[in-house]
Every structure is written in structure tokens, then in C-alpha cells.
């Protein structure tokens, strides 16, 4: 009885009723990525997110299949480098960095520089890149500010990069050049009250 | 002394050796008692449903996680905006709603569409449905650079820290 129990339990976690938007031969492959990456722990629901996304664009169940098996494939790189420890979020960033061009030494290394959470640090290399800035160069310049900058400083740094580039500006240049200002801006800060010079923004994306 | 003592003993005796009226109801009585109390059978077979519940309970902590289905308790209000003065429709779509047009369905001033949604912390991809067909990337955010299923989507991101 208590296996039956059991059994029940783990089918119904495993079939979402989300995935029935799915057909039946793509909803039965997704469901055997989900077992298998909750089997060795991994965070499911940007599997889940991404299986309903191909769903609403209308993609072939071969697609969704294939986007689904390259994530959880990468969610493991990314737990890899992270640790176990990792939370989703960070997990799901890690991946876009990684898609993005970062490499898993890239992200132990933040790891090692930055207190948890990581999502807006690696979210922030994954974006740069997907500026036109080239990888190691994101890299480089997340890892320096790593250690000491808020979230909201990355976002700021990201913004100020991005602005720089739809005016024109070289990517790598104006990640190097947005870099130093910091730098520089942070140097003259020395002694000024925590958070002083930043006061708290409205979000935006 | 020890005489006396013999004669003592001996009533003791004859006194305990005296017929005693029972209570006839005193039978019955005993066996509802012990009718009542569970037998070892009896108790394994009130526990096991018990021990099942606790399994099952234990299951769907282990495997659905709850704890984990709210990333955070800390959640940051976004807006997203998309000026499209010809659109008769926009719908938000995102990691944050399932992919579903029908959840964030955004409102329109002047052709400048609007909604706000409370995210916790994390990385979403989302993109806008404009009149039910047309897939549309956020202008004002980062591209979602892996879309692997040939429709423009934009990513946003919620710190947890400072952000």
C-alpha cells in the first residue's frame, strides 16, 4: 500500500498538468528529462518554463524535446561549477552565462569572489554578451566588480555599457572604459558611508 | 503468646476461606474492558494507515520541494511596457506565467501597453504576443540570446540583493 502510495505521489509530481498543453509523445519526453534531472537534484522549473514556452510559440515537439535536454544539460555544467548548493536562480543564470560564452571556470571563480546570490552577476556577463561584447571581456569585468558591487551597481554598469554601444562605441571598449570609471568613481568614494553614492532605483528590466 | 497467635492465624484463615459474593455483572464488565484495549494486531493495523500518510507526506516534501516553489519571500514589482499604437492586442508572456497569454493580458493608453507583474528573485525570459500572432522582443531590455525556437524573446532579472 505504501508503495502504491508512493508510486501515486512521484506520477503525479512528474506529470504536471502544465505539460498538458503538450501532445502526448512531446509531454512523455519532457516528463523523462524532469525524472532525470530530478534525480540528481536539479531544479525543474525552468525545464517545465521552457517546454511551455516551445508549446506557446508553436514549436515542434522535436524542438521543445531537443531545448529541454540541452537545458537540463546545462543546468548540470552550471551546478558543476557552482556547487551543490546552488540555488535555481542562480542555476538558471549560470546557464545563460554559460550560453552565453563564459566558461564553467569563469563562473567557480564568481563563486569564489561573491556571496550568494549569483543571478544578477552572471545574469549581467550573460547580457553584455548578448550586446556585443565579447566574452572574456564580460567576464573580465563582472569578476572585478564581483566582490564589492551591489546588484544594482551590475545592473547600472550593464546599462551604462549598452548605452554606450547603441551610441556607437565599440563593446569591448566601452565595457574596459565603463570598467575603470568605476573604478575610478569607486576610489573617490573611499570613506563615504556604505551605499551613500547609490541611492536605491526604481526596477526596470 | 504462641497459641494466641495460632488461633489468630487460623480466623485469618477461615475468614479468607469464606465464600465471596460476586458482583455478576463483574464478568461482563472485564471483558468490555479488555474488548476496548487494542491488541498488538489491532494497534499495528491503526498505525499503518498512519504510516502510509507520513510516507506520503514525506514524498511530496521530497519531490515537489515546496520550500523551494517560492524562490524567494522577496518579490520586486516590474513593469513592462510596449508602445504599439496599431496592436488591438498585447499579452505578456513569460517564464514568471507559464507561457500563458490569457495571465497578463496588458492594458492599453494611447497605444502604449502596460502591465506589472511582482517577480522574485531570478532570470525570466518573456517576450509580447501582439494580437494573438505576432511575437515581439522587449526594445528596452536584454535579448535572450538562446532562443531556440525562432521567435525574438528578452530576458529580465530580479536581484536579491541591492537590486
Redesign the interface.
Known amino acids: 500500500?505504501?508503495l502504491a502510495?508512493?508510486l501515486l505521489?512521484?506520477q503525479a509530481?512528474a506529470q504536471d498538468p502544465?505539460l498538458e498543453r503538450l501532445d502526448p509523445d512531446t509531454r512523455l519526453a519532457v516528463v523523462a528529462v524532469l525524472d532525470s534531472a530530478?534525480d540528481v537534484g536539479l531544479?525543474v522549473?525552468?525545464i517545465i518554463?521552457?517546454a511551455?514556452?516551445?508549446?506557446?510559440?508553436g514549436?515542434s515537439g522535436a524542438?521543445i524535446v531537443?531545448?529541454v535536454r540541452?537545458l537540463a544539460l546545462d543546468l548540470g555544467t552550471a551546478r558543476a561549477a557552482l556547487g551543490n548548493s546552488a540555488?535555481?536562480?542562480d542555476l538558471?543564470?549560470a546557464v545563460?552565462a554559460l550560453?552565453?560564452g563564459a566558461t564553467p571556470e569563469v563562473l567557480a571563480h564568481l563563486r569564489d569572489v561573491r556571496r550568494p546570490?549569483l543571478?544578477?552577476a552572471?545574469?549581467?556577463l550573460?547580457?553584455l554578451?548578448?550586446?556585443g561584447v565579447p566574452a572574456d571581456s564580460a567576464a573580465a569585468a563582472v569578476l572585478a566588480l564581483a566582490p564589492k558591487a551591489?546588484?544594482?551597481?551590475?545592473?547600472e554598469f550593464?546599462r551604462a555599457v549598452?548605452r554606450d554601444i547603441a551610441l556607437g562605441a565599440p563593446p569591448g571598449a566601452a565595457t574596459s572604459v565603463r570598467l575603470n570609471a568605476g573604478a575610478l568613481d569607486a576610489i573617490s568614494n573611499l570613506g563615504a558611508p556604505n551605499?551613500a553614492n547609490n541611492p536605491p532605483r526604481r526596477?526596470?528590466? | 503468646m504462641f497459641e494466641q497467635d495460632d488461633e489468630t492465624v487460623e480466623r485469618v484463615i477461615q475468614h479468607l476461606r469464606r465464600p465471596m459474593a460476586m458482583d455478576p455483572g463483574l464478568d461482563a464488565r472485564v471483558m468490555r474492558e479488555i474488548a476496548r484495549v487494542p491488541s498488538p494486531k489491532r494497534r499495528a493495523r491503526l498505525l499503518l494507515p498512519l504510516l502510509a500518510v507520513a510516507a506520503v507526506l514525506a514524498t511530496v516534501l521530497i519531490v515537489a520541494r515546496p520550500w523551494s516553489w517560492n524562490r524567494s519571500s522577496k518579490t520586486d514589482v516590474q513593469q513592462f511596457v510596449l508602445v504599439a499604437p496599431q496592436a488591438a492586442s498585447v499579452a505578456l508572456v513569460g517564464d514568471f506565467n507559464d507561457w500563458d497569454p490569457a495571465r497578463s493580458p496588458m492594458q492599453t493608453a494611447h497605444g502604449v501597453w502596460a502591465t506589472v507583474v511582482r517577480l522574485a528573485p531570478g532570470r525570466y525570459r518573456y517576450a509580447f504576443l501582439v494580437n494573438g500572432v505576432e511575437w515581439r522582443a522587449d526594445p528596452s531590455a536584454p535579448a535572450a540570446k538562446d532562443d531556440e525556437f525562432g521567435t525574438p524573446s528578452s530576458v529580465v532579472t530580479v536581484g536579491g540583493r541591492g537590486s
Do not use: C, F, N, Y
Open positions: 500500500m505504501i502510495a508512493l505521489v512521484t509530481a502544465r530530478r531544479p522549473e525552468s518554463q521552457r511551455l514556452e516551445g508549446a506557446t510559440k514549436a524542438r531537443a531545448a540541452r540555488s535555481a536562480p538558471e543564470a545563460a550560453r552565453a546570490p543571478t544578477m552572471l545574469s549581467v550573460a547580457d554578451v548578448a550586446s551591489r546588484d544594482a551597481d551590475l545592473v550593464r549598452e551605499g526596477s526596470r528590466p
